[in-house]
Structure formats: C-alpha cells, structure tokens
C-alpha cells in the first residue's frame, strides 16, 4: 500500500483545498491539522461560541495555540463556517461538497470505538459525509490513532474496516480517477497531452495515489492552469 503521498503532501492539499481564504485561515491550518484533517472541520457549522468551546476544547487536549492565536482561529471559523437558523452551538455537520448528506454511524464493531475515542474532537455524523477507499480510511485512521492514546492497533484496525464498509468509496464513471487511469485515457479524457499525462503516471508510480487535484499541482512540467481547468471532472 502506497501512502508516501499521503504523509508528503498531506498539509499542503489540505490547504488547497480545504479552509477558504481569510484572515486566520494559514493560523487554523496548521494548529488544528495537528488533530484534524481539515475537510472534517470545514464540515461543521457553529456559531462563535461554538467555536469557541470547540477550539478550547482542542487546546485542552494539546494543539498549540497561544491564547491570541486561539482567539484568532475562533473568529476565523466563526465567519468561514457560521451556524446557520439559530443560536445554539454544536450544529450538525454539513455535507461534504458533493458528498452524501451526514447521518448516524450504523452497527458495526467500530462504532463503540469511535464514540469512545473520536467524539472528543469529532462529532461522529462528521465520518458519514466522506467516502474513502480501505487504503484511505486506514491512513486517516492511522494519523487520528496517534491522538488516540487509548486505542490499541486491533481497534484502529477494526475502526478502518469498520469505516470501509459502512462509507466506501463509489466511483463515479463520467470522472477519471488519475490514480488509476492509463495515461492514454487521461490524456484524452482531460484535454492533456500525451507528455502531461504521462508526468501524472509517472510521479504516482513513483510516490503514490493523489489525494486530491492540488497534488498534481507540484509536478514539473504539468500546467497548473489546465489541471485547476478539468478538476471536477477527475477523481480519486
């Protein structure tokens, strides 16, 4: 299982594609990408206080964050992702773009583990809205296991399948999924050239499925501008 990609690139995709521009928004990504991956966060939606308690809460269990920063990052998610039709914080976690709608975790013998592990920094309909491949859940659940003292490697085992199956991946046929497509099809598919499409082929080869667009942004040789182009219509 390649996932060299994964821990390489990881903050600099979420940055991509993530957390919107703002004052804040370089502060939020790196403190709460020390727990989080950051489409969990921008997921939720809550008022200041909301943010507030949730921020406090992350500092408590030991991001690092000066009491400015801490305020800076609250004020930052407040406007990028306020509640909205009331008052009260906490509210329910939203879809991920293009994702499927948030509901309760079903059955299953990693549902005890994440209430018991997860709830403190996540709220558990948050996992619903993602659809992942098994490799994808398992290194999701590896970098949160981390954070999870408690866990032993058989339960964050349990939880990666359990996650698998309850929120698989679904491919979507009219897209191309550039970790798998030959460099033919992605060629014509996109509107590359052979040379672009083969760099695509070549760098996953040598470093692993892309998690998203903005990964395909560092290779050399590759047209940003065409790549941002045809983004909607690849996946992953």
């Known amino acids: 299982m390649k996932l060299g990609i994964a821990s390489i690139l990881f903050a600099a995709s979420c940055v991509w594609a993530q957390?919107?521009?703002?004052?804040?928004?370089?502060?939020?990504?790196r403190v709460c990408s020390?727990?989080?991956?950051?489409?969990?966060?921008?997921?939720m939606r809550m008022d200041a206080p909301g943010w507030k308690a949730e921020v406090d809460k992350m500092i408590a269990r030991g991001a690092t964050a000066s009491p400015e920063e801490a305020?800076?990052?609250?004020?930052?998610?407040?406007?990028?992702?306020?509640?909205?039709?009331?008052?009260q914080a906490g509210a329910a976690p939203v879809a991920a773009k293009g994702g499927p709608a948030?509901?309760?975790?079903?059955?299953?013998?990693?549902k005890p583990i994440i209430l018991r592990e997860c709830v403190g920094c996540h709220q558990p309909t948050a996992f619903s809205t993602y659809q992942h491949t098994p490799e994808e859940w398992t290194a999701i659940v590896t970098r949160m296991g981390?954070?999870?003292?408690?866990?032993t490697q058989p339960e964050l085992e349990t939880v990666a399948k359990?996650?698998?199956a309850s929120f698989p991946k679904i491919e979507d046929s009219s897209k191309v999924n550039v970790n798998k497509a030959a460099a033919k099809d992605i060629a014509e598919r996109?509107?590359?050239t052979t040379q672009e499409a083969e760099l695509i082929v070549e760098?996953?080869?040598?470093?692993?499925?892309?998690?998203?667009?903005?990964?395909?942004?560092?290779?050399?040789g590759l047209n940003g501008r065409k790549v941002q182009a045809v983004k909607d219509r690849m996946s992953f």
Not at 34 to 43: G, Q, V, W
Not at 74 to 87: C, D, I, N, R
Not at 104 to 110: A, F, K, M, S, T
Not at 205 to 215: I, P, Q
Request: proline residues 9%.
């Open 19 to 29: 957390l919107p521009d703002g004052p804040g928004q370089e502060l939020a990504t």
């Open 146 to 151: 981390a954070r999870a003292k408690s866990a």
């Open 190 to 192: 996109l509107g590359l």
């Open 203 to 220: 760098f996953r080869t040598k470093h692993g499925n892309f998690r998203e667009w903005g990964d395909l942004l560092i290779i050399y």
């Open 162 to 164: 359990y996650l698998a």
């Open 102 to 110: 948030p509901r309760e975790l079903p059955d299953g013998p990693g």
């Open 71 to 87: 305020e800076s990052i609250v004020t930052y998610l407040a406007k990028s992702f306020p509640q909205a039709g009331g008052p």
């Open 34 to 43: 020390e727990c989080h991956s950051l489409d969990l966060i921008s997921a």
